[in-house]
């Protein structure tokens, strides 16, 4: 089966310095990631999504996400943290393996951007 | 705001209880997935539905059903409630069935049984 996972249960980096929240992957076939954040009491916010093509995926809000294949890693980046950042991002796998049309999300990264 | 609707927002039952959660899509999707969310458990899919149809099954429970109506708003109910759950539950839709699509996510029914 398709999985996700984060490794950090939480990420604190200072206002203005870059940011990577890890996500790494195991599919069977081609992999369809995607990238969504939680604000508090809010649902999830589209971010960014890698289907084929370029191995750097830029979405909104001024991140980014790096595909790498040989690592298996699909990292959420961005070049400078704001303090509105803070959320809980979460990578999620599309699962094709038994054709289940289902996402299936990691565990989630808690952001604290501290100013 | 995503376009998604979910009421109610705030849901208190008792244990054994049934309760309906509601989600309106996005005007012209026509794929709505339910999940739930809990501290143990961290989000998980129930199920998805496509144009009335359902497409996939998750970890649902068989206390829990679902079902997407014409108008291609959806329900979800849940009969003989237990403690464990308590959670948030989203609801989310998307254009197409394929999981190509990103979702838009619901603000979620915050259900509390007691």
């Known amino acids: 089966a398709q999985s996700v996972a984060q490794p950090e249960d939480q990420v604190n980096v200072a206002e203005g310095n870059p940011l990577t929240v890890k996500c790494t992957y195991s599919?069977?076939?081609?992999?369809?990631l995607f990238w969504y954040v939680q604000y508090p009491n809010r649902g999830l916010q589209f971010l960014l999504k890698?289907?084929?093509?370029?191995?750097l995926v830029k979405g909104s809000y001024g991140f980014e996400a790096e595909f790498n294949k040989s690592q298996t890693s699909f990292h959420l980046k961005k070049p400078s943290a704001l303090v509105s950042d803070s959320a809980l991002y979460f990578c999620?796998?599309?699962?094709?393996?038994?054709?289940?049309?289902?996402?299936?999300f990691g565990t989630g990264t808690r952001l604290l951007v501290s100013p | 705001d995503s376009g998604v609707t979910q009421t109610p927002k705030h849901l208190i039952t008792a244990t054994g209880q049934r309760v309906t959660l509601r989600c309106s899509p996005r005007?012209?999707?026509?794929?709505v997935y339910w999940y739930q969310q809990s501290l143990d458990q961290g989000l998980q899919f129930l199920i998805q539905y496509y144009n009335g149809e359902e497409r996939a099954k998750g970890n649902i429970l068989e206390r829990f059903s679902a079902q997407q109506f014409p108008d291609l708003h959806s329900e979800l109910n849940l009969s003989s409630l237990e403690l464990g759950d308590s959670a948030l539950y989203f609801c989310?839709?998307?254009?197409?069935?394929?999981?190509?699509?990103?979702?838009?996510f619901g603000p979620g029914t915050r259900l509390t049984v007691l």
């Open positions: 999620a796998v599309r699962d094709m393996h038994t054709g289940f049309q289902k996402l299936v």
């Open positions: 005007s012209g999707d026509l794929s």
């Open positions: 890698y289907i084929t093509g370029d191995n």
């Open positions: 989310a839709s998307s254009s197409s069935g394929s999981g190509y699509n990103e979702q838009f």
């Open positions: 599919v069977s076939g081609n992999p369809y």
